[in-house]
């Protein structure tokens, strides 16, 4: 029998995408949800099952025997949280997968569910010393608009890793140096967490990767989604997307997080989602290239040709920096392209030049220079929380 | 001449309907061997026999699921091939440069088919023939991929089979600039624009070439507020080094992604009419973890892939079933080895006796499934597993 499914999530739930699907296996809706906070999908059988996509990773089936059209799901109804290890061993690649799982289920744990990611709780129980250099010899620093941010004890031995920030005015910069060349990665300014490392797989490649947490969740989960292209569970989150768009009227607000939700409409071509707040974003935090990008691209699809200059000087003025965003990198080179004038390409060349070697599966804008031709290093860039998988 | 399907150029229908093109370049003559120039030889490049095995592949299983391509002992084991009634196969250009200099290809159907080069000039000539069938009727379907040596700065080039030639001033003159290419394709009026960059990066040649790599767009004249189609799937390959790329003797690891996906791995139930269904969401959704799986399973650390859709979602392929790679297995080697597996779906029940590899790896039906593992010397492990992710792995050990 068909109805209307409402899906609700107790307090103390986390937040996480829940997948509805029909007994047949079709998923009919997907929801964003949150502690306290229910939604509706129509569903063509009580019988349908959910599917809920843990913050570490896992995802949990769950079904109503009875066929409830109002189910609440508790923190009881998960099971207990994953198994981590605090000293894997890295001999295949998917074991650096599976280092980077672990440590993000460690940090969760060890840190009060209301509490910035900082260092206090690690220091009391003993937690290495902070240190400067990955074990391949590649030095990390983190530059914020405030200078450099101080370094913090790991969370699992052989990391770097840096105290939290809280820049809304402009983003940070990761820089790496070492034997596989320099490694730049532009980063939002408010990060709860981030660091980097290095492990050598048994063939003797080291991987170098940096795994970032902004400061919002949700943002970083969209940003996951988009950069994997897994758009139907991006759209998912297509309400939150608005409500982090909304939250841009307030100057206190994370406009990192209000520029993810925009790409995702700018990606799915939502322009009605696309209001005016993409503007407020471009002239309120000048420094953050990606506003500028986002707003040229809204008057892009517009198609108004008496907005050409107004596109050009967004465009241009944004190439004076790096977007923050991978997304926006390739916004910015691709409205440069289309422009098409002899300054536009000089300006997409020379952005180029300055992003250096992308990183294509990157959520920020991550580019290796100098690289040495017979360097062997591999870098990768994420959101913490992205590794899920086997 | 490059056309792979139909015969006659004249018989391409202009109603709805998918056009492929697919360039695979193994032969770079002016980068090694007898004809290299110095300046070429400095990349590094060395000539690829596994984008050969990918442009024979993409273009059999685009065909091989037509209905008069009966013989089937043509068809590469496993591929049912694409099947979408609304967009139909209108066409599918190739152009194909081997090491070995051959230039003939085995259809699914039997049947001997001459090819172009993979030369800029055949690229050229390619993408315009394609390009004009795909502008025929803007419900048409227009599907480019490129097998071959790549390099990626923030844009990503595509280097021809005579890239470097001697008697060309610009060495950059014989390289796809792709990402012009993909916005020029704005001016096509086909709604549905899929691209796929199944791209090598060699180290000695990123490191050479970084400083301002440019190319050729070959679709040219569009402007900024020519509308984008309305939808389009970019499915980028990023694999460092040979050993990333793909066997010497077989397709890619992202083209075997891809048709792994296509043939049902990424596919979910359509709305309405209940068939298994490949879009550009979905497809996108599993190259990432599809990319995971194989590296696992190959152990390779420089593979990884960004999938890129954008618009709505449209549909591609219609397989003739879903499917979930699985992965099962102990974490621990030496229980590993006594291990013997039952895998129940009634009516679906597959057993895996303890001599077999493992993990065991397969394809199972999405749902629900009882999986039992069991032991010499440890309690059977009794499991029950919901099968729809693309990709389902269980690794438990007994206590």
């Not at chain 1, 959910?50 to 009875?66: E, M």
């Not at chain 1, 990611?117 to 003993?126: A, H, K, M």
């Not at chain 1, 969209?222 to 989150?237: F, I, Q």
């Amino acid at each position: 029998m068909s109805g209307k499914l409402q899906v609700a999530f107790a307090d103390g739930m986390p937040d996480a995408l829940v997948e509805v699907v029909s007994p047949d296996y079709e998923t009919v809706g997907r929801l964003w949800l949150g502690a306290n906070r229910a939604r509706s999908v129509e569903v063509p059988s009580e019988m349908s099952f959910l599917r809920v996509h843990l913050p570490d990773g896992r995802v949990v089936t769950l079904r109503d025997p009875a066929g409830k059209l109002k189910r609440t799901i508790r923190p009881g109804d998960l099971p207990p949280p994953a198994k981590a290890s605090a000293t894997r061993s890295v001999e295949r690649v998917g074991d650096v997968t599976a280092l980077h799982r672990d440590r993000a289920c460690l940090a969760a744990l060890e840190l009060p569910r209301k509490a910035t990611l900082g260092v206090g709780g690690l220091e009391s129980i003993g937690a290495p010393q902070p240190t400067d250099t990955l074990p391949d010899g590649t030095s990390v620093e983190l530059a914020a608009a405030t200078g450099p941010v101080r370094r913090v004890p790991p969370v699992q031995p052989g990391e770097v890793r840096f105290e939290p920030t809280d820049g809304r005015d402009r983003g940070c910069e990761l820089r790496l140096k070492g034997p596989g060349g320099r490694l730049v990665v532009q980063l939002p300014g408010i990060l709860r967490d981030v660091y980097a490392r290095s492990d050598r797989t048994a063939d003797g490649v080291w991987l170098v990767s940096v795994r970032a947490a902004t400061g919002n969740r949700p943002a970083d989960q969209l940003l996951t989604y988009l950069t994997g292209g897994d758009l139907y569970r991006a759209v998912g989150m297509a309400d939150w997307a608005v409500t982090a768009e909304e939250m841009v009227r307030d100057k206190h607000a994370d406009p990192f997080a209000a520029l993810v939700g925009a790409y995702l409409f700018l990606r799915t071509h939502k322009l009605g989602r696309l209001g005016d707040w993409v503007n407020n974003l471009a002239v309120q935090w000048p420094a953050i290239p990606d506003g500028k990008v986002l707003r040229a691209w809204q008057l892009i699809h517009e198609g108004n040709q008496d907005r050409e200059a107004e596109i050009r000087g967004l465009l241009h003025a944004a190439a004076a920096g790096l977007p923050i965003f991978r997304e926006g990198l390739r916004l910015l080179r691709d409205g440069l392209c289309l422009l098409g004038g002899e300054d536009d390409i000089k300006a997409a060349d020379a952005l180029s030049d300055r992003a250096g070697q992308g990183l294509v599966d990157a959520p920020f804008t991550a580019g290796v220079h100098d690289r040495p031709a017979d360097a062997t290093t591999q870098f990768r860039v994420a959101c913490i929380g992205a590794d899920a998988g086997g | 001449m490059s056309l792979y399907w139909p015969d006659d150029a004249a018989a391409v229908s202009t109603e709805p309907r998918l056009h492929a093109l697919v360039v695979a370049v193994g032969d770079y003559p002016y980068l090694s061997g007898p004809k290299a120039t110095p300046e070429g030889k400095k990349y590094g490049l060395k000539p690829l026999t596994t984008t050969i095995h990918t442009g024979a592949r993409v273009a059999a299983w685009l065909t091989a699921g037509l209905p008069d391509f009966a013989r089937k002992e043509f068809t590469p084991a496993g591929l049912n091939g694409y099947r979408n009634a609304g967009r139909p196969l209108g066409s599918v250009e190739v152009v194909y440069s081997p090491p070995d200099g051959t230039s003939v290809l085995t259809r699914p159907d039997g049947k001997q088919v001459a090819v172009g080069p993979a030369t800029m000039a055949g690229i050229e000539a390619a993408v315009g023939a394609w390009f004009n069938r795909c502008n025929a009727n803007p419900e048409n379907v227009a599907l480019f991929y490129f097998a071959g040596h790549g390099i990626s700065t923030t844009a990503q080039f595509l280097l021809a089979s005579d890239f470097h030639a001697p008697d060309v001033l610009d060495p950059w003159k014989n390289c796809i600039d792709f990402t012009g290419l993909r916005l020029g394709m704005r001016r096509c009026k086909a709604k549905t624009q899929l691209f796929f960059v199944d791209a090598c990066r060699e180290r000695p040649f990123d490191a050479t070439a970084q400083v301002n790599p440019t190319g050729q767009s070959i679709v040219g004249g569009v402007k900024w507020s020519d509308p984008p189609p309305a939808a389009t799937g970019t499915y980028y390959a990023a694999a460092e080094g040979l050993k990333a790329y793909g066997p010497a003797d077989g397709p890619t690891y992202f083209a075997t992604a891809v048709l792994d996906a296509l043939e049902g791995a990424g596919a979910g139930r359509e709305k309405g009419t209940r068939k298994w269904l490949v879009d550009t969401f979905s497809l996108a959704g599993v190259l990432g973890p599809l990319t995971e799986y194989l590296k696992d399973e190959h152990g390779l650390a420089a593979l990884t892939c960004s999938p890129h859709p954008e618009g709505d979602p449209a549909p591609i392929n219609y397989p003739v079933q879903g499917y979930v790679r699985v992965k099962v297995g102990c974490k621990d080697a030496a229980k590993n080895s006594q291990l013997a597996l039952q895998l129940t779906r009634p009516p679906d029940d597959f057993t895996s006796a303890k001599t077999e590899a493992r993990p065991w790896r397969g394809k199972l039906a999405p749902g629900d499934w009882r999986i039992q593992m069991k032991f010499d010397t440890f309690d059977t492990l009794d499991l029950s597993e919901t099968l729809l992710d693309p990709v389902h792995v269980v690794l438990e050990d007994p206590v």
